[in-house]
């Protein structure tokens, strides 16, 4: 049987809840992302914290036994920071709100960072970073109102930790946005400059995306025209799952990573629902309920999410059985 890897060139992966949760590793990443790469394939890391550089991200996943270089991080900061070559002439002043991998990548494409709106920069980039806070908020905001233009490396609105959910850089942006009364332009996922680069930086053209957000890592995925695999180990809930729209459906639904190197069995089509080995879901009336099988199984998850997907009522109009999604 051929394994859901065999038909693409290269796997994509999102970090924060596909690899790693924090300083610990997600169980099976490591020698499931090794074994992508040891059969052949490239591999990539997209992720949309643009708080540290290169050099670094590969530096914590060597420490975490994956097998990876700087090459192969493809992140917002760089993606954001090419952004502004199209927009301000090199050399131009760039406040910079985020981390040190954002300020890096800034430099290295020709811009002078500061750190005030009374340098009058041409433009602010905004990113993550933990040490991110008000003053550097509202200077952002100064910067703006007074005519330069805003990018934001992504608009995750959290993170996943390993003490819980914490929030993200969409939220900082969010804060921004209330005083400046106006939106950035994205780098990050879920838009297309940050796939981009990775097809470009990586040199490839079948590439599987896994990531574990239905709104960033999947959504554009969709969007650019790439397959992905949801894995269940961050944030994406089975209720965000079964109930996602259509621009946020995965091409597969996963576990976890080691389910890359098994042949995908898809749910065939019955009478009232769909069935995947001892799962069964239908749709019976405007109830959706599980029938056979486990309901918390993946076999029953990939059930559920074709019966609702393929269903023509709205999710708001369906009774889905509380034991498939809770």
């Given at each position: 049987m051929a394994a859901l890897v065999d038909s693409y060139d290269s796997v994509l992966f999102d970090l924060d809840g596909v690899v790693y949760l924090g300083s610990k590793a997600v169980p099976h990443a490591v020698e499931s992302v090794n074994r992508v790469k040891a059969q052949g394939l490239k591999i990539g890391f997209v992720t949309n914290n643009s708080s540290r550089r290169p050099e670094v991200i590969a530096d914590q996943l060597v420490a975490l036994g994956i097998d990876t270089n700087p090459a192969e991080i493809v992140g917002s900061a760089k993606a954001g920071a090419k952004m502004l070559v199209d927009r301000i002439p090199r050399g131009a002043k760039v406040l910079v709100v985020g981390g040190?991998?954002?300020?890096?990548?800034?430099?290295?494409?020709?811009?002078?960072?500061?750190?005030?709106?009374?340098?009058?920069?041409?433009?602010?980039?905004?990113?993550?970073?933990?040490d991110v806070g008000w003053r550097q908020l509202a200077e952002a905001a100064y910067a703006i109102q007074r005519g330069a233009i805003w990018l934001a490396t992504n608009q995750d609105w959290t993170i996943p930790r390993e003490d819980g959910i914490a929030p993200g850089n969409g939220t900082l942006v969010s804060a921004v946005h209330t005083a400046v009364g106006i939106l950035p332009d994205f780098a990050g996922k879920p838009f297309a400059p940050i796939y981009q680069a990775a097809m470009e930086q990586l040199g490839i053209a079948r590439p599987l995306f896994v990531g574990d957000r239905l709104d960033t890592d999947i959504k554009g995925a969709v969007n650019f025209g790439i397959d992905s695999a949801c894995v269940m180990t961050g944030v994406a809930?089975?209720?965000?799952?079964?109930?996602?729209?259509?621009?946020?459906?995965?091409?597969?639904?996963?576990?976890d990573l080691?389910?890359?190197?098994?042949?995908?069995?898809?749910?065939?089509?019955?009478?009232?629902?769909?069935?995947?080995?001892?799962?069964?879901?239908?749709?019976?009336?405007?109830?959706?309920?599980?029938?056979d099988g486990d309901p918390k199984s993946i076999d029953t998850l990939r059930c559920a999410c074709k019966v609702v997907w393929s269903s023509q009522v709205p999710i708001y109009g369906l009774d889905v059985e509380p034991a498939l999604y809770s």
């Open positions: 040190e991998g954002l300020s890096f990548e800034v430099q290295a494409l020709g811009f002078e960072v500061v750190a005030s709106a009374a340098d009058s920069p041409a433009a602010v980039i905004q990113g993550f970073s933990p809930t089975r209720k965000e799952l079964i109930s996602a729209k259509p621009d946020e459906r995965p091409t597969f639904v996963i576990s080691r389910e890359l190197f098994v042949d995908y069995s898809e749910p065939k089509q019955t009478k009232r629902g769909f069935e995947l080995r001892k799962s069964s879901v239908e749709l019976l009336g405007n109830k959706v309920v599980s029938v």
